[in-house]
């Protein structure tokens, strides 16, 4: 009757770790669709892109390198041409491109290449023309997204600053438009690439 029950035990950990393998490859797949999505989006709106051959390099992920922004910036400081891919608790998914250097300590500055894009409208938001893309504040998402964001990344609670987002970015047209409608929301993840070429 043990060995029955250690072959059932076996059998049900096999297929547990089955489901959980799948899971993850399809999540790892999905990121990496929006990878290559986003990427043909950098070329489209970003003529110097256009006929370069672009590879990705992951400088940071929050779930693998730790949450706090501190880790952040010890793999994202000094680094030029970096998107961001973010997903919200409650499944909305959007990106940014900056091209300008992500920076620990300095002020606001231009990017006239900056811009939003949100993956469940399929619709880009870029930067005004004259605007400010980030300020610098030792938080890292206002430095790779655009806006204020502070802590740990995928622990605390934050809020969408529409206003903000609304006068440095043209194409808003709903409130908290990027997560769908949600003042408040967690970040579920977070990742930071650098275009290489």
Same mark, same amino acid.
């Given at each position: 009757?043990?060995?029955? +029950?250690?072959?059932?035990? *076996?059998?049900?950990? /096999?297929?547990?770790?089955?489901?959980? +393998?799948?899971?993850?490859?399809?999540?790892?797949?999905?990121? #990496? $669709? $929006?990878?290559?999505?986003?990427? /043909?989006?950098?070329?489209? @709106?970003?003529? #110097?892109?256009?006929?370069?051959?672009? @590879?990705?390099?992951?400088?940071?992920?929050? /779930?693998? $390198?730790?949450? =706090?922004?501190?880790?952040?910036?010890?793999?994202? $400081?000094?680094?030029?041409? *970096?998107?961001?891919?973010?997903?919200?608790?409650?499944?909305?998914?959007?990106?940014?491109?900056?091209?300008?250097?992500?920076?620990?300590?300095?002020?606001?500055?231009?990017? =006239?290449?900056?811009?939003?894009?949100?993956?469940?409208? =399929?619709?880009?938001?870029?930067? &005004?023309?004259?605007?400010?893309?980030?300020?610098?504040? +030792? *938080?890292?998402?206002?430095?790779?997204?655009?806006?204020?964001?502070?802590?740990?990344?995928?622990?605390?609670?934050?809020?969408?600053?529409? @206003?903000?987002?609304?006068?440095?970015? #043209?194409?808003?047209?709903?409130?908290?438009?990027?997560?769908?409608?949600?003042?408040?929301?967690?970040? &579920?993840?977070?990742?930071?690439? @650098?275009?290489?070429?």
């Amino acid at each position: 009757m043990k060995k029955i +029950n250690n072959l059932f035990t *076996t059998d049900f950990n /096999r297929e547990k770790d089955k489901k959980s +393998n799948k899971k993850r490859n399809q999540e790892k797949n999905i990121f #990496e $669709d $929006d990878i290559i999505k986003f990427v /043909r989006i950098i070329k489209e @709106q970003l003529e #110097e892109y256009n006929y370069i051959n672009i @590879q990705t390099n992951l400088l940071y992920d929050a /779930r693998r $390198d730790g949450d =706090n922004y501190k880790y952040c910036h010890s793999k994202c $400081d000094n680094i030029p041409n *970096t998107f961001s891919i973010v997903t919200t608790n409650n499944g909305a998914k959007f990106g940014f491109f900056r091209s300008i250097p992500i920076d620990g300590d300095g002020p606001w500055r231009e990017d =006239n290449k900056a811009f939003f894009f949100s993956y469940d409208k =399929n619709k880009i938001y870029k930067i &005004r023309k004259g605007k400010y893309v980030v300020g610098f504040d +030792n *938080t890292c998402f206002i430095q790779t997204i655009g806006f204020a964001l502070s802590g740990n990344i995928l622990n605390d609670k934050y809020s969408y600053n529409h @206003q903000k987002l609304n006068e440095n970015f #043209e194409g808003f047209t709903e409130n908290y438009e990027l997560t769908f409608g949600k003042e408040e929301f967690y970040v &579920r993840a977070f990742e930071v690439y @650098q275009l290489k070429y």
